[in-house]
């Protein structure tokens, strides 16, 4: 089982959409707009980062400030799990998935100076 979160913006792509629900497939994501996680264990980076999918149902329009400011800690607790859950101890393993969500926040902010409107993110459990 594992936590999906999507963002979605305005002026959004077919095609777009259609990666992130490809994305699950693949290492690299956060540059679509798309994390995953695994529900093998707290804490959760993904909730951290964006707390707010995780209690409004249909998501939540978050500001790329506030994920800006999420960032060092959401990095810090991926790490965390990367280490302690999943027993990683690659740098190289470990610095993909923090760059995941690095990368997740740029897009947010990428899309937020274009559109002049914060991503609107949605988690999807299964």
Known sequence: MGIEIYARWDGQLPTEVDEQFEAWLSGVSGNIGYLREAYYGEPYATQHLVNEAFHNRGGARIAAATLRERLPETLRIAELREQTIYE???????????????????????????????????????
Do not use: K, W
Not at 92 to 113: G, P
Not at 116 to 126: D, H, K, L, Y
């Open 88 to 126: 990683v101890t690659s740098l190289a393993a470990i610095e993909n998935t923090l760059q995941r969500y690095r990368d997740f926040v740029e897009l947010c902010e990428r899309v937020e100076h274009i559109t002049g409107v914060p991503v609107m993110c949605s988690r999807r459990t299964e």
